[in-house]
């Protein structure tokens, strides 16, 4: 049974239009993460919530925002995408410092 | 900065054959290592992982890595592979932490594919 959630699998916005990426989590932990993975690359971490408590990481643009309404959802928004931003997104959970992180299976994002 | 290189980018095998995977990191300090695995179409999942002790670690489905500090290496093996063991291999080093989190720096991964 999946434990960490990612809806919708597949994403299609267009140039600019703002869009809006959901993980959710049975597992009940402290800490969420967004990664984005483009074609070949590594999975980048974006930024992470400790419970409430948002982490940016220094190069994140300012394009991409998070919410975490509650410990099981976390929202990836990303205000205008760009041609640059189709990717895949990774959520990913753990309950924190030398625990191992659960990821979902992505959402593919294009950009038209 | 933190960085993980896997050697290898793709990597092609018959049924039987041994595997070892490369991975190196830099980071002078204390680290803890993973090895991921992303089978087609499903998530990231963890096949191993190294904290501390024996540097010799084994994981799920006949899979071990070896840990050698002096050459931060992280390799990963197993004797005879399967065709099921077709996937995608990320290495991943876990070196800096916040007071309650940790960070996972990636490496860009190897393909396998294995051959019946």
């Known amino acids: 049974d999946a434990m960490v959630i990612q809806n919708p699998r597949y994403q299609v916005t267009q140039f600019g239009k703002p869009v809006t990426l959901s993980c959710s989590q049975t597992l009940n932990h402290n800490v969420m993460y967004w990664y984005q993975q483009k074609s070949s690359q590594a999975p980048k971490l974006l930024f992470h919530?400790?419970?409430?408590?948002?982490?940016n990481e220094a190069d994140t643009p300012d394009n991409f925002q998070s919410r975490r309404p509650n410990t099981s959802f976390c929202f990836l928004d990303i205000r205008s995408p760009g041609l640059g931003d189709a990717a895949m997104y990774l959520c990913?959970?753990?309950?924190?410092?030398?625990?191992?992180?659960?990821f979902g299976a992505g959402t593919r994002l294009s950009v038209l | 900065a933190q960085s993980v290189s896997q050697h290898n980018h793709h990597v092609i095998l018959s049924e039987a054959a041994s595997l070892e995977l490369g991975c190196n990191y830099s980071?002078?300090?204390?680290?803890?290592l993973f090895w991921y695995v992303q089978y087609p179409g499903q998530h990231l999942q963890l096949l191993l992982k190294y904290f501390s002790g024996d540097p010799l670690v084994k994981g799920i489905k006949g899979f071990e890595a070896e840990f050698i500090k002096s050459k931060f290496s992280f390799n990963l093996r197993k004797p005879s592979v399967q065709w099921s063991d077709t996937a995608e291999y990320f290495c991943?080093?876990?070196?800096?932490?916040?007071?309650?989190?940790?960070?996972?720096?990636f490496g860009t991964g190897t393909r396998l594919q294995v051959f019946p």
């Open positions: 919530y400790y419970d409430k408590d948002f982490n």
């Open positions: 980071y002078g300090g204390t680290v803890n």
């Open positions: 991943a080093v876990n070196a800096e932490r916040s007071y309650n989190t940790d960070k996972l720096i």
């Open positions: 990913a959970t753990s309950n924190g410092v030398s625990d191992i992180q659960y």
